[in-house]
T-cell receptor, first 117, second 110 residues
Framework: GAVVSQHPSRVICKSGTSVKIECRSLDFQATTMFWYRQFPKKSLMLMATSNEGSKATYEQGVEKDKFLINHASLTLSTLTVTSAHPEDSSFYIC?????????????FGDGTRLSIL | DAKTTQPPSMDCAEGRAANLPCNHSTISGNEYVYWYRQIHSQGPQYIIHGLKNNETNEMASLIITEDRKSSTLILPHATLRDTAVYYCIVRGFGNEKLTFGTGTRLTIIP
């Protein structure tokens, strides 16, 4: 149980395009989803927290107009990297939790490797 | 959330028990200890978590000291597929966020 699917797993696109990444909880309802970014040989950095039906909460230093997050249903959150540039190239990972109770673990997708040419 | 300290790397022979330590000396009474691992180029995988009692599941055991200032994750019979970066994270009461440190890179040696 507790499977999180992330799509696409890898994307390569030209500078200036926008890229959408989907995160789905397959067998549970995720009241809260999280988006992380990871640079090579570095740890995960939380970008934002999204709750179903409300605006995402961004971490300090993360541009909300650059990284658009939508959490329209209890099983789907999307991250759109707008007008992507080479410095946006990274490994993006989502996670989801039921959020019920304070000891519910986050379950992670397998990540999306984004390369901007 | 309390900060954690882990050794940067460890080796373990295949088939032996892998014992990964974590120090969280500033942990407060209502903070849980979580363990995740990340295999290369994949998302983190949840392993186990606990508050103050020792915990065991199909993947691992978590031993938390009585004063809760440190813990040990035990993989009882390590296999090559257990090679990964292991993260020990303390999560505060009412806080859904996870703050990842640098973790321990565990290498299982044939």
């Amino acid at each position: 149980g507790a499977v999180v699917s992330q799509h696409p797993s890898r994307v390569i696109c030209k500078s200036g395009t926008s890229v959408k990444i989907e995160c789905r909880s397959l067998d549970f309802q995720a009241t809260t989803m999280f988006w992380y970014r990871q640079f090579p040989k570095k740890s995960l950095m939380l970008m934002a927290t999204s709750n179903e039906g409300s605006k995402a909460t961004y971490e300090q230093g993360v541009e909300k107009d650059k990284f658009l997050i939508n959490h329209a249903s209890l099983t789907l959150s999307t991250l759109t990297v707008t007008s992507a540039h080479p410095e946006d190239s990274s490994f993006y990972i989502c996670s989801a939790t039921t959020g019920t109770g304070d000891n519910q673990p986050q379950h992670f997708g397998d990540g999306t490797r984004l390369s901007i040419l | 959330d309390a900060k954690t300290t882990q050794p940067p790397s460890m080796d373990c022979a295949e088939g032996r028990a892998a014992n990964l330590p974590c120090n969280h000396s500033t942990i407060s009474g209502n903070e849980y200890v979580y363990w995740y691992r990340q295999i290369h180029s994949q998302g983190p995988q949840y392993i186990i978590h606990g508050l103050k009692n020792n915990e065991t599941n199909e993947m691992a055991s978590l031993i938390i000291t009585e004063d809760r200032k440190s813990s040990t994750l035990i993989l009882p019979h390590a296999t090559l597929r257990d090679t990964a970066v292991y993260y020990c994270i303390v999560r505060g009461f009412g806080n859904e966020k996870l703050t990842f440190g640098t973790g321990t890179r565990l290498t299982i040696i044939p």
